[in-house]
């Protein structure tokens, strides 16, 4: 199955950057697209960002021109370049691995990333 590890969060003020990183096991990584979704306070877990197998990548609108998600398959990780951050982007994240079109049922951790306005 599956191992997720999730790193790089913190607490910015609005306008701020963080690099967020997720480190895979478990898998034969180049088989699988991978993405990341976030979960704030009272809410439920969204999609952000996803790249696949070819490094076609696409984004929630809400996060479009500001976050940049990459993979390294060498490193077996995947990263998300978070810029110009605002408070709504207050949330735990996680990356997850797609195989076809079923995402994992298993998650990692998170990473906490705080956005001060």
């Known amino acids: 199955q599956v191992q997720l590890v999730e790193s790089g969060g913190g607490f910015v003020q609005s306008g701020g950057s963080l690099r967020l990183s997720c480190m895979v096991s478990?898998?034969?990584?180049?088989?699988?697209?991978m993405g990341w979704f976030r979960q704030a306070p009272g809410k439920e877990r969204q999609f952000v960002a996803r790249v696949l197998l070819g490094g076609y990548t696409n984004y929630a609108d809400s996060v479009k021109g500001r976050f940049t998600i990459s993979r390294d398959e060498t490193r077996r990780a995947v990263y998300l370049q978070m810029n110009n951050l605002k408070p709504d982007d207050t949330a735990v994240y996680y990356c997850?691995?797609?195989?076809?079109?079923?995402?994992?049922?298993?998650w990692g951790p998170g990473t906490q990333v705080t956005v001060s306005a």
């Open positions: 997850n691995a797609q195989y076809g079109h079923a995402w994992s049922s298993n």
């Open positions: 478990g898998i034969v990584f180049r088989n699988y697209n």
